[in-house]
């Protein structure tokens, strides 16, 4: 195995079952490592925004071709809305998936995604949530090669099922920034984002079921996208997303600690 230089950290990835506890974990990985974090549920946000301000309000089925399994022309879509402009396009191609409560096909979740990670010069960032399929893994690999930069490690956080229903169960969530709060360990105040001062929900998505059909969906796609970088040669560490005793102080050791297990490998 090639021995990892710490100092100088380029992408990681961070990944492990919704629910698992990610986020705490990120933020240390930014704090370390002077990294951004590029997470797909910001992506499809920024290009459904883009989307929204155009203000087109017919429905987006008409550019669907239900035969062909894709959408039709951007040449096509362009003089129905008016626009020519990518990122309005991207958005509108986001948002069409994203109204039905569904992630995308990987090319559209591919080309998403390569657009920001270029705008950050390809480097410097943890991806979350992105690859969760092995095409996109591929995808990745390809393009972090054809640009030259590294993608140094990958961070799988580690739960049990269990204890993840539990949890999400009681997840809340800012509809406008996408802050995620918990009832028990993270309450709103009042009910109210911290950030914007709305209300925040629970997602619909949150229910048991669909929890459970989501951990289904982890392990038959993205871990085998995790499976296949690994033995492409990208280092992975596993760290826990349950602790005993939640502070600051244990999160950044268990994270740190399995990390700096790489140079020693
Ligand atoms: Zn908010």
């Known amino acids: 195995m090639t021995s990892i230089d710490l100092d100088n950290v380029q992408n990681v990835i961070v990944t492990g079952k919704s629910g698992a506890g990610k986020q705490p974990r990120i933020d240390v990985l930014v704090e370390e490592f ?158 109210k984002c911290e950030k914007c001062g709305v209300d925040v929900i629970q997602r619909s998505d949150d229910t048991e079921e669909k929890i459970k059909s989501r951990l289904q969906e982890f392990k038959k796609k993205a871990l085998p996208a995790i499976e296949y970088l690994k033995d492409e040669g990208i280092p992975l560490v596993k760290v826990p997303g349950h602790l005993e005793e939640f502070t600051p102080e244990n999160v950044r050791k268990s994270v740190m600690d399995e990390v700096e297990k790489l140079v020693k490998q």
């Open 34 to 191: 002077d990294l951004e974090q590029l997470s797909t549920g910001d992506i499809f946000r920024h290009y459904l925004g883009i989307f929204d301000k155009i203000d087109y309000d017919e429905d987006l089925s008409q550019f669907w071709d239900e035969k062909q399994n894709r959408f039709l022309a951007d040449e096509t879509i362009a003089n129905e809305i008016g626009t020519e402009d990518n990122d309005v396009l991207l958005g509108l191609k986001a948002k069409y998936f994203v109204e039905r409560g569904l992630f995308g096909p990987d090319y559209i979740v591919n080309a998403l995604f390569e657009s920001k990670f270029a705008e950050k010069d390809y480097k410097n960032q943890i991806l979350d949530g992105y690859p969760r399929t092995l095409d996109q893994a591929k995808f990745l690999l390809n393009l972090v090669s054809e640009k030259d930069v590294s993608l140094d490690f990958m961070v799988l956080v580690d739960n049990s099922d269990e204890r993840i229903i539990k949890r999400t169960v009681q997840r809340r969530i800012c509809p406008k920034c996408g802050k995620v709060y918990h009832l028990t360990y993270k309450p709103p105040k009042n009910g």
